[in-house]
Nanobody, 124 residues
Framework: VQLQASGGGLVQAGDSLRLSCAAS????????VGWFRQAPGKEREFVAS????????FYADSVKGRFAISRDNTKNTGYLQMDSLKPEDTAVYYC??????????????????WGQGTLVTVSS
């Protein structure tokens, strides 16, 4: 199983980016997908997640209304659309997949498979 995160880069405040998480070795549609991020010197934190069953979405308060998580099962790929980016969004972003129960949708422990991370840098 492999998750390949991509789409990061250097952007200015207010810009948009779309991160992708290409899965191989599993059918992503059967798994919950999560995005987490880790800024320098900080712990990894929850960003967004999409439940496999029913498609419910969850967002951190800091990104609600600006970020949108989705997936394309035909491409076996998850996405994180990030709009109105802020300097405080600067971090390495990780995608994850798992057979995650509801209470674990915002927790790193809820996910089994992790991508390698993609760096997002937002300049002011």
């Amino acid at each position: 199983v492999q998750l390949q995160a991509s789409g990061g880069g250097l952007v200015q405040a207010g810009d948009s980016l779309r991160l992708s998480c290409a899965a191989s070795g599993l059918s992503l549609g059967q798994y919950s997908v999560g995005w987490f991020r880790q800024a320098p010197g900080k712990e990894r934190e929850f960003v967004a997640s999409l439940r496999a069953s029913g498609g419910a979405t969850f967002y951190a308060d800091s990104v609600k209304g600006r970020f949108a998580i989705s997936r394309d099962n035909t491409k076996n790929t998850g996405y994180l659309q990030m709009d109105s980016l802020k300097p405080e969004d600067t971090a390495v972003y990780y995608c994850a997949a798992g057979r995650t129960i509801l209470t674990y949708m915002r927790l790193t422990d809820g996910y089994t498979y992790w991508g390698q991370g993609t760096l997002v840098t937002v300049s002011s």
